[in-house]
């Protein structure tokens, strides 16, 4: 099992340019969170899912946008790129059921800076 | 609201000593906290969480309601324990949602 992936590893954009983030994992949870990440903080969420067509926003949405077309992959869309989404991206997956939550499983993360 | 507070950006300590990492929380609910680890070049991964009351690479974390506290502790740091640390709290029921800390770096000299 790969687990999470993403794509790219590193990207630069241009103010004004617009890029998808990948993210795929393979062990068929039904859970799967977008983070960033700003330097000396914490990870902050962006969207999750909780399954193939249903997606939510966290806590810092505004300026990204999400689908989950299938369960093993979320891509995270930036529309308008601006210098405050310069940040690392972390994608993760869990399982869940009505009688239990399992821990989050993370992906190597996205570098992406604004400019 | 939620809210999880590590205060130290950076730890250092020797071979053999003691290692606390502080960690405090604000939650109105039940709380359900966690220890993730990031050694470098390696992605984020749980190293324990606080209802399983285990221990882990000889790592333990109690959670203190009264103090509202969820301190990882090591009786004797060991070099490969060099890595960053981030307590998590989970939130919004089964959505399974985190909120992490900002996080603390271990750095164990020889």
């Known amino acids: 099992n790969a687990g999470v992936t993403q794509t790219p590893k590193f990207r630069i954009l241009k103010i004004g340019q617009s890029m998808t983030l990948q993210c795929t994992q393979d062990m068929n949870h039904n859970y799967m969170y977008w983070y960033r990440q700003d330097p000396g903080m914490g990870l902050k969420l962006i969207y999750y899912s909780v399954g193939a067509g249903i997606t939510d926003k966290g806590e810092v949405p505004n300026g990204y946008n999400v689908s989950r077309s299938t369960t093993e992959d979320f891509p995270l869309r930036l529309e308008l790129a601006a210098p405050s989404q310069t940040s690392v991206y972390f994608c993760?997956?869990?399982?869940?059921?009505?009688?239990?939550?399992?821990?989050?499983?993370f992906g190597p993360g996205t570098r992406l800076t604004v400019t | 609201a939620q809210r999880v507070t590590q205060p130290e950006k950076l730890l250092s300590v020797f071979k053999g000593a003691p290692v606390e990492l502080k960690c405090n929380y604000s939650y109105s609910g039940s709380p359900e906290l966690f220890w993730y680890v990031q050694y470098s070049r390696q992605r984020l991964q749980l190293l324990l969480r606080?209802?399983s009351r285990e221990s882990i690479k000889g790592f333990t974390a109690d959670l203190n309601k009264g103090e509202t506290s969820f301190h990882l502790k090591k009786p004797f740091a060991q070099e490969e324990d060099s890595a960053m640390y981030y307590c998590?709290?989970?939130?919004?029921?089964?959505?399974?949602?985190?909120?992490f800390g900002t996080g603390t770096l271990l750095a164990v000299q020889p």
């Open positions: 606080h209802i």
């Open positions: 993760a997956s869990s399982y869940s059921t009505p009688l239990a939550t399992y821990e989050q499983y």
């Open positions: 998590a709290l989970r939130y919004g029921g089964a959505t399974n949602k985190l909120i």
